[in-house]
């Protein structure tokens, strides 16, 4: 299920303080690859038809909200679509490709189904689910280290940019979740990330980050969500 975690104390969204930037991060919508289970790391998969209304409803969202400055978004199909949508219910507004803010390289564990892994690849799943946070995947996998500075590098410079501004991150659920991790104030972890889920962070000059609220889906309600769908958790692709 969905939560709110560490509210930060600011409740009036529309005033950006000067020594921050307010990043709303959204995972891509629905792909057939979530709804099937398979594991999609860099490989390029579009969105679904229920994909693609996940983002024009956060898109109308968004749009009735104070006023984002950019979209940044994954070079990736997937995250791009959703982006392009977003942006033109808003208005037309920029978007902007970062290969930075793709999904986690999963190597050679890319294009299989998550329960078949270990059958198929054991050397990899195993490199996968290893609590070793150095441990890379074979097939030119990250690591979670790896992962972890890749976000953390691009969040931060894209932040710079855009001090006093609202931006919104097009990107996947593993990403996400890092981020979470980055920003929460006890390092935990989040368990899933919904397609089109609003999160929104606020990352500071001096390289505090900060939770506004996380994991708001209130804008699926008419058009529903993949709650039992491959992706955005620990397992994420």
């Known amino acids: 299920?969905?939560?709110?975690?560490?509210?930060?104390?600011?409740?009036?969204?529309?005033?950006?303080?000067?020594?921050?930037?307010?990043?709303?991060?959204?995972?891509?919508?629905e792909t057939a690859w979530n709804a099937d289970g398979r594991i999609q790391g860099h490989l390029d998969v579009e969105l679904n038809d229920a994909g693609r209304q996940q983002a024009a409803v956060v898109?109308?969202?968004?749009?009735?909200?104070?006023?984002?400055?950019?979209?940044?978004?994954?070079?990736?199909?997937?995250?791009?679509?959703?982006a392009q949508i977003i942006a033109a219910r808003c208005g037309g507004i920029k978007v902007v490709t970062d290969v930075d803010l793709r999904e986690r390289h999963l190597g050679d564990l890319q294009g299989l189904v998550f329960r078949d892994t270990a059958k198929l690849n054991p050397k990899a799943h195993?490199?996968?689910?290893?609590?070793?946070?150095c441990q890379e995947i074979p097939g030119g996998g990250e690591s979670r280290d790896q992962l972890h500075q890749r976000?953390?590098?691009?969040?931060?410079?894209?932040?710079?940019k855009h001090k006093g501004e609202r931006v919104v991150l097009v990107s996947h659920g593993g990403?996400?979740?890092?981020?979470?991790?980055?920003a929460s104030p006890d390092g935990r972890s989040v368990e899933k990330v919904l397609n089109t889920s609003v999160n929104i962070i606020?990352?500071?000059?001096?390289?505090?980050?900060?939770?506004?609220?996380?994991?708001?889906?209130?804008?699926?309600?008419?058009?529903?969500?993949?709650?039992s769908g491959f992706g955005g958790d620990e397992k994420s692709g």
């Open 151 to 160: 976000c953390a590098s691009s969040v931060q410079r894209i932040s710079n």
């Open 202 to 227: 606020h990352v500071y000059d001096d390289g505090k980050w900060t939770i506004k609220s996380w994991g708001d889906v209130s804008h699926l309600n008419p058009t529903g969500y993949l709650q």
């Open 126 to 133: 195993q490199a996968f689910v290893s609590r070793e946070t």
């Open 59 to 82: 898109g109308d969202r968004l749009s009735k909200e104070p006023k984002i400055s950019v979209v940044y978004s994954s070079d990736l199909a997937r995250a791009y679509e959703t």
């Open 175 to 182: 990403f996400i979740r890092t981020l979470y991790k980055q």
């Open 1 to 29: 299920m969905a939560t709110s975690s560490v509210p930060e104390s600011e409740s009036d969204s529309s005033c950006v303080g000067s020594d921050y930037a307010e990043i709303i991060v959204l995972r891509h919508g």
